[in-house]
């Protein structure tokens, strides 16, 4: 009857599972659906050679930027676009991030000017200088590219002030811009001397530069009101002008690859996960864990860094956690879980290390919210399966033992010998009885001395049995 249970148990949490898991597969398909409109999108508008394509950069630096920006000069390349103007309008993000797309924008194949038309701040001013030309709108600024923390205070490390430091000034001399302002724009210890404005920097402040000073100290090639003005600059005020806008897709990505809201997701994930396996029944925590695990690999995937393959890791390493509870291994399975688990997760991230902070987060938060939740439903959870609960009561038609307390001090007669146990008639009952290490002869006289359980313990009474009072 347990196996039964067991299998039936099994039956119905890999019924369970396999659904969850197709709400998860149905996702996938979005992938196609969504890379699909950015397709047609492009192959819609398809420009004649020469065009001169904008592309927006007014978000925040991060991996769902970087791949936007990617796709949008690849398509400029394809097109052999005359001009590419960047419309810049940023307050910065990783650094990480930063580099990754300063060197694509360096190493494009098309002209590229930055059209700074709010702020260039921070990793945007860096974005910047990595364009072959810079205008700037008036009212605009560039610079403030200290270091700070997730909180935006500033981070003192000196290694990497200087290793910053050394990007900025590398990408200033791409241009023949000076270096030195670039450096004062992220150390707030560099003083440096601006004459061509009249100012010199003081200590403890980073450089931030408006539109009229940056085109003074040559981080500015030109003023303009528009982006319209910036292409009649380059004198390509008569070619199809393309503006790339980001895909539903890749907006949705920038939400999702968010650190904030990737952090939240993998904490839902695996809390709805652990939950189900824990506390079983409900569905709901199951399906919502692996849709939340599905959104995160949908916004790693668009951004171009989860493949088919981190999926099949993560999906492996949840059907091992779901073995583990019902096949006995010793922990072997649920060790081959949690690390496809992992694997998974981390293949899919656009940094590794990153994204083994972020999971080291979610599973200490996760491990509370699960804790609250298991102690809630502590009488629902799996281990319940395995407890006997039948009840053998006497309305149920099972009959108890009778109390047999009643028959101390009551005497009888041996039937058989005692040796020390054997059978003796009390009461006018025949029943098994025991001495207390003693043997007496069948015939004898004994009197109950005490009851421990099943065991009616007597003794011997001298005198003729026959003559004895039974019901005293």
């Known amino acids: 009857m347990g196996m039964t249970t067991l299998r039936d148990a099994y039956k119905r949490w890999t019924a369970r599972i396999g659904r969850s898991a197709l709400a998860l597969l149905a996702l996938i398909p979005l992938l196609g659906v969504a890379t699909g409109l950015a397709g047609a999108t492009s192959a819609e508008q398809s420009p004649s050679a020469g065009a001169v394509y904008v592309i927006p950069v007014q978000q925040t630096v991060q991996s769902g930027l970087a791949a936007f920006l990617d796709r949008a000069l690849n398509e400029a390349e394809e097109a052999k676009a005359s001009l590419v103007v960047l419309d810049v309008d940023t307050p910065g993000g990783r650094l990480d991030t930063a580099e990754e797309i300063g060197k694509r924008i360096r ?21 910047s200088l990595n364009a072959g030309d810079i205008a700037m709108a ?5 610079g403030a590219a200290m270091i700070v923390d997730g909180a935006g205070n500033a981070v003192e490390n000196p290694k990497y002030i200087s290793a910053w430091s050394e ?58 009101n528009t982006v319209e003005e910036v292409i009649a600059w380059k004198g390509l005020s008569d070619r199809t002008v393309v503006e ?12 999702l690859t ?12 695996l809390a709805g996960i652990v939950i189900e396996l824990l506390v079983p029944g409900f569905g709901a925590p199951g399906i919502t864990g692996l849709v939340a695990f599905g959104l995160y690999f949908f916004g790693q995937s668009i951004a171009g860094f989860a493949g088919m393959e981190s999926l099949v890791v993560f999906l492996l390493g949840i059907g091992l956690l779901v073995l583990e509870v019902f096949v006995p291994s010793f922990g072997i399975l649920g060790i081959l879980g949690i690390i496809s688990v992992i694997a998974g997760i981390t293949m899919g991230a656009y940094d590794t290390g990153n994204a083994l902070r972020s999971l080291g987060i979610a599973a200490l938060v996760a491990v509370f919210v699960v804790g609250v939740v298991v102690y809630i439903f502590r009488k629902r959870g799996v281990w319940n399966r395995f407890i ?16 047999r307390e009643h028959w101390i001090g009551q005497t009888g007669t041996t039937v058989s010998l005692l040796r020390p146990s054997g059978i003796a008639e009390i009461g006018g009952q025949r029943v098994d009885v025991i001495t207390s290490g003693e043997f007496v002869d069948q015939g004898k006289a004994v009197q109950v001395t005490s009851v421990d359980g099943t065991r009616i313990v007597v003794k011997e009474i001298p005198g003729n049995a026959a003559n004895l009072n039974k019901d005293v």
């Open 258 to 269: 968010s650190p904030g809201i990737s952090l939240l997701l993998l904490i839902i994930g």
């Open 388 to 403: 006997l609960k039948e009840e053998l009561t006497s309305d149920r038609g099972f009959v108890s033992q009778q109390p």
């Open 167 to 224: 990007e900025m000034r590398a990408a200033a001399e791409i241009n023949g811009r000076n270096p030195d302002i670039a450096i004062g724009m992220v150390d707030p210890n560099r003083v440096v001397e601006m004459k061509e404005i009249g100012e010199t920097s003081r200590q403890g402040q980073i450089i931030s530069l408006s539109a009229e000073n940056a085109l003074k100290v040559g981080y500015a090639d030109k003023l303009a």
């Open 244 to 255: 790339i806008k980001p895909s539903l897709a890749e907006r949705v990505s920038e939400f």
């Open 138 to 142: 008036p009212g605009s600024m560039i």
């Open 107 to 127: 190493e494009a194949s098309v002209p590229t000017v930055a059209f700074v038309t709010g702020k260039a701040a921070s990793a945007g001013a860096y974005l």
